[in-house]
């Protein structure tokens, strides 16, 4: 089955700066990558995602990069705001079915 | 946009009980919809794949007998915890895909679950 690696576990980053979490993926066959936040006690929330034949998605302050080949998938978010603070999920699609999600990524924005 | 309810949000029950969650798609029709259970600070666990007139796909190492799913209809899918023992509590999230293969897959708010 499909195997979801996802760095790093905490992140803390100062206000205004970048945050970029990383997945690796171990099915070449996957061809689903969504990214979803989940505030603490809520449901996780889509906040985009990428399909295989795409190689960069972006949406406001939020981009996700694949690289097919080397397996590995990546969250940006610039100009970050306290409101950015929760944990961050990714997700590989196998056979356009089930999702297997990471570890997930707790990150904490300091004003 | 599409919508997932999920009932109860949180329930406490004694252990050796059983517990029902409902979920539902509000405004799309869900062939597939699945189960999820997130312990504290960790990532949402597949526990099995409930489809609509048919028998669910458990996870290796998910009792079927322990937690029943059934999926009567293109709408609603439940989750039901036989005999909870404490080791039970979690989170668990239902969700549902509003399209075919690789659209989103939306979540329900999820149920916390308390066994005492």
């Known amino acids: 089955g499909e195997n979801v690696e996802q760095h790093p576990s905490t992140l803390s980053v100062q206000e205004g700066d970048s945050a970029v979490i990383k997945c690796t993926y171990s099915d070449s066959a996957s061809n689903y990558f969504p990214w979803y936040k989940q505030e603490l006690g809520k449901r996780p929330q889509l906040i985009i995602d990428?399909?295989?034949?795409?190689g960069e998605k972006k949406d406001q302050r939020i981009a996700v990069t694949l690289n097919k080949t080397a397996k590995h998938f990546s969250l940006h978010i610039t100009e970050t705001q306290p409101e950015d603070s929760a944990v961050y999920f990714c997700a590989a699609t196998l056979g356009g079915n089930k999702l297997t999600f990471g570890g997930g990524t707790r990150v904490l924005v300091k004003p | 946009g599409a919508v997932v309810s999920q009932h109860p949000s949180w329930v406490i029950c004694k252990s050796g009980t059983s517990v029902k969650i409902e979920c539902r798609s509000l405004d799309f029709q869900a062939t597939t919809m699945f189960w999820y259970r997130q312990f504290p600070k960790q990532s949402l666990m597949l526990m099995a794949t409930?489809?609509?007139?048919?028998?669910?796909?458990?996870e290796q190492g998910v009792e079927k007998d322990k937690f029943l799913i059934n999926h009567a209809s293109l709408t609603l899918s439940t989750l039901t915890v036989t005999s909870a023992h404490p080791e039970d509590s979690s989170f668990y999230i239902c969700?549902?895909?509003?399209?075919?293969?690789?659209?989103?897959?939306?979540f329900g708010n999820g149920t916390r679950l308390t066994v005492t």
């Open positions: 969700s549902a895909r509003e399209g075919f293969y690789n659209s989103p897959l939306h």
């Open positions: 990428i399909r295989s034949n795409v």
């Open positions: 409930s489809n609509e007139g048919s028998k669910a796909t458990y």
